[in-house]
């Protein structure tokens, strides 16, 4: 079955660091690749998509590769804010239905100053 | 702001009882899933529905049902609770059939503690 793997939290990174969440994934299909965000508070919010094998999604300074040959799709940050802080959730969701996410189970990032 | 809004925030109730989870999508949203994010886990799809009909299932028996109204509101109902069933629901919503090219937007969810 389809599935996420996401790397374990929590981060904890000072104000301008590099940021880099591993996700890989498990398809039966051909999927589209997702991080979503969730500030304190706050809904799951769409941070940035890929629809097929090398696509770049990027987002206010976050960029993550769909790669095929090593079914991932790492999240990367050149320099993270304070305002970062939030959970991010790898998911993927299959071509052929593209009726329901599968999400990782979420990785939480502290950034202090 | 998403506007999709899910009532009530938080939920307190005892085994084997039913509840019933509300919310509110944005006009011309004709599609709602629900998802149930226990703790420490990602969200688990329960089911979609597009225009009214369920279109879609998770792994989830079923006492969870629900209903999507043409008002653009929708309900979660769960019979026979478990303390399982305590988690976060997450309530999405978007305007087209599929997640693919259309975006989803997520309510902030229901707490619901079964005690």
């Known amino acids: 079955g389809d599935s996420v793997t996401q790397m374990e939290g929590p981060v904890t990174l000072s104000e301008e660091a590099f940021l880099t969440i591993n996700c890989t994934y498990t398809a039966t299909g051909y999927p589209s690749l997702f991080w979503y965000v969730q500030y304190p508070g706050e809904g799951l919010q769409l941070l940035l998509k890929?629809?097929?094998?090398?696509d770049k999604g990027s987002n206010k300074g976050f960029e993550a590769t769909y790669r095929k040959e090593t079914t991932s799709f790492h999240l990367e940050k050149g320099s993270v804010q304070v305002s970062d802080s939030a959970v991010y959730f790898c998911?993927?969701?299959?071509?052929?239905?593209?009726?329901?996410?599968?999400f990782g189970t979420g990785t939480s990032l502290t950034v202090i100053p | 702001e998403t506007g999709v809004t899910q009532s009530p925030t938080h939920l307190i109730k005892t085994r084997g009882q039913q509840v019933t989870l509300r919310c509110s999508s944005q006009s011309g949203h004709n599609t709602v899933s629900w998802y149930q994010q226990a703790l420490g886990q990602g969200p688990q799809f329960i089911f979609q529905y597009y225009r009214e009909e369920e279109n879609g299932r998770g792994n989830f028996p079923p006492r969870f049902s629900g209903l999507q109204f043409p008002n653009y509101s929708s309900e979660l109902n769960v019979n026979a609770l478990e303390l399982d069933d305590s988690a976060l629901y997450l309530c999405?919503?978007?305007?087209?059939?599929?997640?693919?090219?259309?975006?989803?937007?997520f309510g902030q969810g229901t707490r619901l503690t079964v005690v």
């Open positions: 890929a629809t097929k094998a090398d």
């Open positions: 999405a919503s978007s305007s087209g059939q599929t997640i693919l090219n259309t975006e989803a937007f």
């Open positions: 998911a993927l969701s299959e071509s052929n239905t593209g009726n329901q996410f599968y």
